[in-house]
């Protein structure tokens, strides 16, 4: 992921300081780079929140979220990383606690001799608080690019629905360019997620199969060992359509269905993935019962242990028809892929936590070989985003002996198998471009309101038509049997992501 180039020197305000994502995941990452000396040679980190604390309890608070959180097993920079943060309480409902942030950040400035204006706003916060503050940084000047450029990360989920993102982009809009604003998907910032790109683009035994002709369905999954814990009341407002397909899924889907880019740029990448979202098959509400399954884990044991299904977590409504797991089939209308079916499934409490992406290919024309199906020998290229992160093609060979008995086999790569690989947490990742000013992984929002509106149909369906089930699955199950009847064929399944589980509940082995 990385170069020796630093970004520019800046500040970086981080609203929600005291919060769970920048415990776990934002401040272990700027750490992270600390260590691998690719921060800027001066950057002041400021985290704001409600929070009364000093500058000192807040770094304390973090270097203990570092050693807590953090993946390096050399802490030796903790104390050097932490004399780079500072607090500032804040009320983002009053415009004089964003003067006063005006304030302290230029007096940090000139304190610390940064030499320019440039500034990134992470907005680590509810989404309901993003238009206050984009808006209250804008009153008090912030956004001002005359002394330096200044970026807006947005968390997910950029609005609740189609009318909602439209409605926080437009507020966004009236005082922020689209080049200052990064919808930060995490998901993007994977490593595999990014080598779907090199895979496909510099590899001439893969991009000329990369079409109907030879592929004959693509397959998604993105499974959850755990339930939604202390988050019954987040999710029963969202659901896995919109936590995980709206964003995650497709954006994956777009990666893995692009054209070829003219360049590897932001704009030409963001240009070629928007345009698959773009011709996604719309669904109609009406048929949107067909192909698309939602389910929801009920109560069962798993491993000896009771585990309690959704219904009776906390903050849950008990007649709750939010969807803990949610399958589709879709198809994208180009020349590329027309009619070749793509299927999606996630899910929480499945037995095992997993994202792979599998391209299944067609099989031969002609069945020369005895076989028990038309597909038991069909190759597969599978890549896994999480864990055991690699790549894997299976394929026929004859098994030793008489006659010609087949036996799938596996051709394998494992980002672990490279001694000097690290494989870096897709926050530094993302961190680091946008410090760059690279938007390449950040969504644009015409990708972000094509997602939307796909699934639009989908959510109205499933909200306004009491017949359309919610079907149980046991915690602990890869969800309802029904999701098998979406792949069309009868005597093909979803792909079992892990036949041999290791001794470790949480690993499942490519």
């Not at 964003?98 to 989404?127: D, V």
């Not at 309901?128 to 947005?154: C, F, P």
């Not at 999954?221 to 987040?234: C, D, I, L």
């Not at 028990?372 to 597969?380: A, F, S, V």
Request: net charge negative.
């Amino acid at each position: 992921m990385m170069n020796n180039n630093k970004p520019d020197n800046l500040v970086l305000v981080i609203f929600g300081a005291t919060g769970d994502l920048n415990k776990r995941k934002l401040i272990p990452s700027l750490f992270a780079l600390e260590v691998l000396n690719l921060l800027p040679e001066k950057l002041v980190i400021v985290g704001s929140g409600r929070t009364v604390l000093t500058d000192e309890e807040f770094r304390q608070s973090m270097a203990i979220a570092i050693q807590k959180f953090s993946k390096e097993k050399d802490l030796s920079k903790v104390e050097a990383f932490v004399s780079r943060l500072f607090y500032q309480r804040e009320n983002p409902s009053e415009l004089r606690g964003f003067l006063i942030l005006g304030e302290r950040l230029e007096s940090l400035r000139q304190q610390l001799g940064i030499g320019n204006h440039n500034t990134i706003f992470y907005l680590s916060t509810p989404p309901s608080l993003y238009q206050i503050i984009a808006q209250g940084l804008a009153d008090a000047g912030l956004n001002n690019e005359e002394k330096g450029w200044k970026r807006l990360i947005v968390e997910k989920p950029f609005g609740y629905d189609f009318e909602s993102a439209e409605k926080l982009n437009a507020s966004l809009q009236q005082n922020w360019n689209e080049n200052q604003i990064y919808r930060i998907d995490h998901y993007l910032g994977k490593e595999t997620v990014q080598n779907v790109l090199v895979t496909r683009f510099s590899n001439g035994i893969f991009e000329p199969l990369w079409n109907r002709n030879f592929i004959h369905h693509v397959e998604i999954t993105s499974a959850e060992n755990f339930g939604v814990g202390q988050r019954g009341g987040y999710y029963e407002e969202s659901g896995a359509l919109r936590d995980m397909i709206q964003n995650h899924l497709l954006q994956l889907v777009s990666l893995i269905a692009m054209e070829p880019p003219a360049s590897i740029d932001a704009d030409a990448i963001r240009n070629e993935t928007v345009k698959v979202l773009q011709s996604l098959r719309p669904i109609t509400e009406e048929k949107a019962g067909s192909v698309a399954i939602r389910g929801q884990y009920v109560g069962s044991q798993i491993r000896g242990k009771n585990v309690k299904g959704y219904r009776e977590e906390d903050r849950v409504d008990p007649a709750s028809k939010t969807e803990t797991y949610a399958a589709l089939k879709f198809y994208i209308d180009n020349w590329r892929w027309g009619g070749v079916p793509f299927y999606i499934r996630t899910g929480k409490h499945l037995p095992i936590r997993v994202t792979e992406a599998v391209i299944h290919f067609k099989p031969t024309p002609h069945h020369l070989f005895a076989q028990k199906g038309p597909c038991d020998t069909c190759n597969q290229l599978i890549i896994r985003i999480q864990p055991d992160e690699g790549m894997l093609i299976r394929f026929a060979m004859k098994t030793p002996g008489a006659g010609f008995h087949l036996e799938n086999v596996s051709m394998d790569f494992h980002y672990s198998d490279l001694s000097h690989a690290r494989i870096p947490d897709a926050y530094e990742r993302l961190l680091l471009d946008s410090m760059a000013g690279d938007s390449t992984l950040f969504a644009r929002i015409d990708a972000v309101m094509a997602a939307w509106k796909f699934i639009a149909p989908i959510l109205n369906a499933w909200k306004n038509n009491p017949d359309i089930p919610v079907y149980g699955y046991p915690a602990g199950s890869w969800g309802p049997d029904v999701a098998d009847s979406l792949i069309e064929e009868p005597e093909m399944t979803w792909r079992h992501p892990c036949p041999a589980l290791t001794g470790d509940d949480n690993f499942c082995k490519l």
